[in-house]
């Protein structure tokens, strides 16, 4: 009796392990309301060169990634319309350079925006105006030279290379927010 009494409490942990997982279902179990969805073209409330572009096709690629939803190229052809506005955009201090306390070495980026979505078919709107912020450090310690021999930070090129970084941590943000359980 002594040997069979750890194969019995092995069989039972086992199909207790088991049965838990029979009932696990993959992805999502809430169905969306919407199978189709037009992603309007990012407004700005900001001046902000270049960003309507950039978020635009970095939300449009996270929800080509998923394929819950089918993306379309018209609002009227979709069942749900979903619009992005930039709000703010903001860079603060986040670490001074060591020779000069008064210029910046690394920069926290914030990007923050507003979301809406609405059905196209019975002009229900799911949310309105809900906040998607994101944000990334950009580092300003490249030193750049002018022809001229004038020296000038690389602040501009940090946060030009930044941003599709930090559009596309929103477009994942974004989706998330649209494709979640409310």
């Not at 210029?103 to 002009?123: H, Q, V």
């Not at 030279?145 to 501009?156: A, D, H, K, N, R």
């Amino acid at each position: 009796m002594s040997r069979l009494f750890p194969a019995i409490a092995a069989c039972a942990l086992l199909l207790s392990l088991v049965s838990g997982c029979s009932h696990y279902r993959l992805g999502t179990s809430t169905p969306l309301p919407f199978a189709t969805l037009y992603v309007a073209p990012t407004t700005l409330k900001i001046l902000l060169p270049q960003a309507q572009a950039i978020t635009t096709a970095q939300i449009r690629a996270a929800f080509l990634h998923d394929s819950r939803i089918t993306l379309v190229n018209s609002p009227d052809a979709a069942d749900a319309i979903l619009e992005v506005e930039i709000s703010d955009y903001r860079r603060d201090v986040a670490t001074q350079r060591r020779d000069d306390t008064g210029l910046a070495r690394k920069f926290t980026l914030n990007l923050i925006t507003r979301c809406t979505l609405k059905d196209n078919r019975s002009g229900k709107t799911y949310f309105t105006h809900r906040e998607v912020s994101v944000r990334r450090d950009a580092y300003t310690d490249s030193q750049l030279s002018l022809p001229s021999g004038t020296e000038v930070s690389g602040q501009l090129q940090a946060e030009f290379q930044t941003f599709p970084l930090l559009a596309d941590a929103l477009a994942g943000k974004v989706a998330h927010a649209v494709l979640d359980v409310w």
